[in-house]
């Protein structure tokens, strides 16, 4: 089982808890599906993923990641967050729920782990579309008609971490 360690930075208040909760429940579907990964708040090791905020990301709901890898191995990666998440409420804008916000770093994770290219649902689909709720605990992205949270993987996600992560 390879470790991926990853480093919250000064990142505010707000990204922490998401990060840990993305972290965890990443964990569970890595183990329960046979991907030989686990990603690791405490430890020195490497690789490592860095977490930042990028006050250049404006009006989305959605990363950045760049990574290092040398034959295909990670060897390094750095997840850009938005400082800002808003979702658009009948009541106005507002910041967005932490369902939302573990959803933005989960998917930005997968990307660190090795997936390029976006999938057509489920955490690594791309654009989402916000569903705001009746209060930010309600709020969800919707991945080509599958609400998230909770995180769901699709196949291809699947398929490919097992191939990178064996
Ligand atoms: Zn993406």
Redesign the pocket.
Known sequence: MAAVYVDLGSIGPKWPTACRRAVAHLNELFSQNAIGVSLALIGQGAPRITVRTDPSIKGTL?GHTQTKTTSGQLLSAVVSLPVKASINTPDGMREAGPGVLEIIVA?EFV?ALGQVK?SASQL?C?PMTPVPGDSPAGDLLQANGVNLPPIALAPDTVQLLQSLWP
């Open positions: 959605h998917h990307h976006h690594m791309s």
